[in-house]
Structure formats: C-alpha cells, structure tokens
C-alpha cells in the first residue's frame, strides 16, 4: 500500500528525557506498551475515513437486477464464487469457495458471470466521484475501497456553534472504548463519524450501494477496524485501543502494507506475531531490509502511519488479465493475449489517452506457490504504434507481435510450460497529441532535400532545379492539375525541413494530418501574407545552375568588383530560405532574374517570402563560400556562425579546407612529394562535407 520511507527523528514532539522515560516503561511494561506511540502521533491530529463497499460485485449485480435482491447470489468467474451477497452468506456460501462446494452449501444459489468488469468498474467510478463531492482528498483503494480525509470537514463542523452532535459517536466504538469529552482527539473523531455518516448515506441514496466504514486518526488504523461491524455500518478506533487492534492480528501479513514477501523474510528470523514483530530490536530488521524499509514496517505494526491521503486522479495505468487452471501451448498463449488485448484498446480508447509503454504479465504453475509467482516483462511501444492504437489488424499485429517478444523472454517455448495466469497492461498513460510539430511526431523526423516551388499547380521546371513533382495527394476525384481550395497553399506552407520524397510516400492519411496540423496551418498564413506578387517561375528561377558556374568560374579568374556580379544576399542565411540549387555548387543569383521583383534603392529584391532586403557587410559574401560546401546545411547555422565562416573562407580566397575526392593525392611537387595537408580535427568545417 505504501512505500517506504525513512525514519523521522522522534524528539521532534517531546524532548530527549521524556523520550527515554517512555522507552523504560514500555520495557517494563511488556510487549503491548509500544502501540502505545499511537496516542502521540506527531503534528495535528487527522481524521482519516476508510469506506470498503459491502460484496461490492454482488451488489452492482442487484441494482442490474432488482429480482435478485432477496435471493442468495453468487459472481462466478471460473471455476469459484469470487463473492456472494449476504443473503448466501447465511446460508453458508463463502468467498472463493468452488462452485461445486457453493451449490452443495446452497442448491438455490443463483450464479451470474462476472468476468466482463465493465459495469463494476463504472459503478467503482461513480462512488470515487461522489466522494470527491463531499472532499478532495479521495485515495482509490481498488474498485470497492476509498480513503477519505475528512479532517477539514471535521474542522468545519466544530467550528459551527450550532453542532449539537459533537459528544454522540454515530455507530461503533471499536473495543467499547469509553469516550472522554474533554479530549481534544476524541472530539474530532467523534465528528467525523458524523460526516462519515452522511457520506454513506448519501452514497446510498444517489447509487443504491452500502458500505462499511472506519473513522480513525491514519489510514492503517482505519482500514483495520472498518471491518469490525458488517454490513453497512462503520467503526470509530480512538487511540486507546490501538494497541488492542493490532495486537488481535493473527499474523504479519494481515498489517496493511507488509505483502507476501516482506511476509516469508519475517517468517525466517521467527516474526511471524505482531507482538513479535513489534519487539524485534531495529537492528535485526536493517539487517535484513535495510533502516527505511525496517523502521516502517516496524512503525505499521505498532499502527503508526502518516502518509497521506493523495487523490488518485484519473488511473495511471489499463490492464486486463485472465487466469485459468493451464495454459501450455504457444498457440493458447496467443489466442488469450489476442482477446485481452482487444479488450484493453476498447477501453483505451475510451479512456482518451495515448499508451507508451506494454507489460506482459505471466503466471506460472507451482505446487507450493500457487498464486503469488508472478513476473513480468515491458517494453516501449513505437511512437507511430502509440499514437494510433486501435483495433486495426496492422495495429493488432504489431502489438502482439511485441507481447510474444515479451513472453519468450520469460518462457523457453522450446520446453513445457504451464501457466495459470496472463495480464496485459497499458502504463505510462499520456494525453494524445495532435501537433506534427512535436517530437512524438513524424513530420518532426522529415528532412527536407527538395524545396516546394511556383505559385501555380505545376512544379517549376528551371533548369537546375532540384524539384520534383509530388502525387496527387490533394487531386480532386475529377483529377483536375490543381487541387481543390487552398491545397496548393498548404504543400507550401509545410516547413522547410520536409522531404517531399518521403512526404510523397506516406499514406493519406498521415499526409493529410501533417498539412492539417497547426503548425502547418499558421505557417499557411504566413505564406499568403508574405507572397511576392508576381513570380513567373518562382523562387527556382533565381538559381540557374549553368549561370552560377560560369559566373563563379569568370569571378574568380577576373577577380571582378563588386559592381561586375551582384551579391546573392546582403545579409547572413536564415534557415527559412529554400534553396534549389546543387550543393556541390557555390550560390550566385542570375542577374536577369532581379526583374521579377524590386526593392528600395541600395536593397536586394526580395525572392520569395523567405528573403529580405537587409544590407550584408560584403558585397563579395558569396563568392567566398567553397563548392564543397553544402548550402542546406550551410542555410541551418545560426547567423553569426554564418558570418564567421563566410568571413574565414574569404581570407583563405577560396582554398577548400577538406580535400574533395582526393584530388591532392594525384598532385605532386616539383621535388616529387605530394604536399602535406593541414589537418584541422577540431574545426567545425569538418562537418561539411560534399553530399
């Protein structure tokens, strides 16, 4: 129930001397003295409800069917009763008995199936949510159980000067404890069994189901004697009979909060009494648990527990589980993972929320543990899987195809296997998302090779271009050249990092999204607001591949002006810049193309809505820059690095720092020897590499 937690310093509340003093009389006083630490709880005092739903199945089952109220009914799953209403319980029909023994004990019993938990489980909701109503601090405990921290409420009520009620404890007093009505603790939970009182009632009268409840100063305690008075009544424990509570458990294992395992350990160094376990010195249990896992289960069996109640919210995790008396052969294996796999998507998908992790529990046959040898495996689930589970077969298959992955990896397949138990479960429950902008998203892995170009629906045809045309994912049915509405405005607004290539090969659906995303549509936007007027052939026109050669070549041989060949850019690249030329190639703009735009004077045109018209420092900017280097990356580096490399490679008049093909290797020196290279290992231009 709880997890450990390490252990406080006691001297907080009362000081050293005192603190001894209570040691010295509990070792004289014999093992029952130390409960007595539950009447000096630290901090304010709490009041803490625990509300267990009476034969909680077996009551969904009667408000399903009225008929059945006053017959003896049992829920069968398997092979068992798992629970029967009280009117079978008089009768002699039992918890997990057998349904050969239960109709043996009561011919009449009546039996109703209880393996879909579909209408239990929302009954289960329906009773948190109305408790959430009265108070916040709502802990789930399973379907039927809740812990209700009810000290705010108690506070209110005392605080009324009309509350006549305050010295009448509403139901049980666990052990006839006598009530002291000038005590402070006794008041308050005195209380809060009025307002325990009213939450049962109302839980009745709204839903129709009943339930026991313990009112009590911490959640162990009051679980432990809501049990006390059955059914449908409720219990108050004041502090003076903690001691008594605890000590009438007849084993370890019975204390909330100390499981199976914890169980055997203790069972091994003899502490198999509460009594036992309450006077084993700390050193022992740190020997064998360690000090936080010691000091707890040392304070829970003395009843001392201060965790709080935390709302439980909606459930972190979805599982679904089936157990049978054995399970042998793969191919049994894959048709019960297949069924509980189908359930648990359909409540997935109604619960709203994506899964990103699967775990595969397994179950196996031993004649000394039957129940409690459980293990499991979990694995990641894909990203394209996550956000789409559904019960499509592709989605089926590979879901499965991870849980048989799960399954060898516990099971040799190639030996005899005997399983009695199989779970399924979704965790790591996130809210699904939408936005391909995301990580979780394909669109964000895209990269983009060839840019978008032309306003009309063609693609531009430049020579040079490294565009090619796309599918027709936004074709009309009558396979018209343009699509219909504003498609053509949304290829151009995808961003600048997408491949076209493998854009083009997603299917339609996944394609569609991606356009459709908000990212894709407020980059629409842009691109309406910014577009240049007139454009014949788009931002491709710009970049002749032919020309920029003989340009480049006739520049650098002629080491002409700048007036001779103007610059591309007179600011550094932004990212946003699409550029269709080879990135083997330097970058000039054709001097005939400026036509297609204007610009104030002592601006450049602007090309597209990716360019402006902002002055760069060199009018020779772009005449610097290698042919080795490739312009798409080159266009993703922040400014000033741009600045900076553009600047260095201008110094250097165009001498490539990375060897292209090898090409010195071939040249020799006068004297024979090839000439050294200078290595640079921690230059960033050993990142640019030709493509």
Request: proline share 7%.
């Given at each position: ?37 539950c009447s000096?709880a ?43 209403n ?33 209408h ?6 329906k ?32 605080q009324?000067p ?26 308050r ?5 009025h ?6 009632a ?10 026991c ?22 219990t108050?424990?004041?502090?003076e ?20 395992k914890?169980?055997?350990?203790l069972?091994?160094?003899?502490l198999?009494s ?104 979990q ?53 699904a998302?939408?936005s ?16 978008l ?23 009309k049915?009558?396979?018209s ?41 407020k980059?629409?936007k ?32 002629e080491?002409s ?50 360019m ?9 900017a ?19 690095l ?5 600047s ?10 990375i ?22 290992p ?10």
């Amino acid at each position: 129930m709880d997890s450990p937690r390490e252990e406080e310093e006691e001297g907080e509340e009362e000081d050293e001397a005192e603190w001894l003093s209570r040691e010295e009389e509990r070792e004289e006083a014999g093992p029952r003295e130390p409960s007595a630490a539950c009447s000096r709880a630290p901090g304010p005092q709490r009041v803490i409800m625990h509300l267990d739903m009476d034969c909680f199945y077996a009551q969904v089952e009667m408000i399903r069917h009225p008929e059945l109220r006053e017959k003896p009914l049992g829920v069968q799953q398997k092979t068992f009763v798992i629970t029967c209403n009280y009117v079978a319980r008089d009768l002699g029909v039992k918890k997990c008995m057998t349904i050969r023994e239960a109709k043996e004990r009561c011919p009449q019993l009546v039996l109703v199936s209880g393996e879909d938990l579909t209408h239990y489980r929302e009954m289960s909701y329906k009773v948190t949510g109305l408790l959430d109503e009265f108070c916040h601090k709502v802990e789930r405990l399973g379907f039927d159980e809740n812990f209700i921290d009810i000290t705010d409420l108690v506070d209110k009520r005392l605080q009324d000067p009309q509350c006549d009620r305050a010295m009448k404890v509403s139901g049980h007093v666990y052990n006839h404890q006598a009530v002291d009505p000038g005590d402070r603790t006794h008041q308050r939970l005195i209380m809060g069994s009025h307002v325990a009182a009213d939450i049962r009632a109302a839980v009745h009268n709204r839903l129709g189901m009943t339930g026991c409840a313990g009112i009590a100063s911490n959640k162990l305690l009051a679980k432990l004697v809501s049990g006390t008075f059955k059914p449908n009544q409720q219990t108050v424990l004041f502090p003076e009979s903690c001691g008594h509570l605890t000590h009438s458990l007849d084993h370890v294992h019975k204390i909330p909060g100390i499981g199976y395992k914890t169980a055997q350990r203790l069972d091994t160094l003899g502490l198999s009494s509460v009594i036992s376990l309450q006077s084993c010195p700390v050193a022992v249990l740190e020997k064998e648990f360690g000090a936080p896992v010691a000091h707890r289960i040392q304070a829970l069996s003395r009843g001392e527990d201060d965790s709080p109640v935390t709302p439980s919210g909606p459930p972190q995790s979805l599982s679904e589980e089936d157990s049978f008396k054995k399970c042998c052969t793969v191919s049994d294996v894959r048709a019960k993972l297949e069924e509980l796999l189908r359930l648990l998507i359909n409540r997935l998908s109604a619960d709203g929320r994506s899964a990103h992790t699967l775990r595969l529990t397994i179950r196996q046959f031993t004649p000394t543990n039957k129940y409690f040898n459980r293990e499991s495996r979990q694995c990641p689930i894909p990203t394209n899987v996550a956000q789409n589970i559904s019960s499509d077969g592709a989605v089926v298959s590979a879901l499965m195809e991870l849980l048989m992955k799960l399954f060898e990896k516990m099971i040799d397949v190639r030996l005899t296997f005997h399983l009695t138990l199989l779970n399924v479960c979704f965790s790591n429950l996130k809210a699904a998302r939408s936005s391909t902008s995301s990580r979780c998203s394909i669109g964000f892995y895209l990269t983009q090779k060839k840019s978008l170009a032309g306003d009309d629906c063609g693609v531009s045809q430049t020579p040079g271009s490294c565009i090619k045309s796309t599918p027709a994912l936004f074709e009309k049915p009558d396979n018209s050249p343009c699509p219909a509405g504003n498609n053509d405005e949304s290829l151009m607004s995808l961003p600048d990092n997408i491949d076209m290539d493998v854009f083009s090969q997603l299917p339609e659906d996944i394609r569609k999204e991606i356009v459709q995303s908000p990212y894709t549509a407020k980059r629409s936007k842009t691109i309406q607001t910014n577009r240049p007027t007139t454009s014949t052939g788009g931002i491709q026109s710009f970049f002749n591949k032919a020309k920029m050669r003989q340009q480049l070549h006739s520049a650098t041989d002629e080491e002409s002006s700048p007036d001779t060949v103007p610059s591309p850019l007179r600011k550094p690249l932004r990212k946003d810049i699409g550029f269709g030329c080879c990135a083997s190639d330097s970058v000039i703009m054709d001097p005939s193309s400026t036509s297609h735009s204007t610009c104030p004077q002592g601006t450049e045109p602007n090309f597209g809505f990716a360019m402006d018209c902002t002055e760069f420092e060199d009018s020779n900017a772009m005449l610097s820059v290698p042919k080795t280097i490739d312009m798409n990356v080159f266009s993703q580096l922040p400014t000033e690095l741009q600045t900076e490399l553009m600047s260095e490679w201008k110094n250097q008049k165009l001498t490539p720092k990375i060897p292209v093909k090898k090409f010195q290797d071939k040249v020799k020196t006068s004297k024979g020897q090839r000439p050294s290279v200078i290595s640079h290992p921690n230059n960033l231009l050993k990142y640019f590499k030709p493509s």
